[in-house]
């Protein structure tokens, strides 16, 4: 599921040096993205940053 399109603008936290999570989430039954992680929900999903896309699903264990 996509949640939100962001514009194309390079992170202020990676000019500063600060390393960013990479997580792996699935979507469905056989879809997985990796991205930088950017939230959890209550629910257990988590939230994802692939280029301008973020996108929502159950993390890998």
Known sequence: MIIS???????????LGRFDLL????IGTC?????IYVRTFPDGRIAV???????SGMPVA
């Open 31 to 35: 879809v997985s993205i990796q991205g």
């Open 23 to 26: 997580r792996t989430i699935i």
């Open 5 to 15: 399109k962001g514009s194309a603008t390079k992170s202020l936290s990676n000019f």
């Open 49 to 55: 940053r692939d280029g301008q896309t973020i996108y």
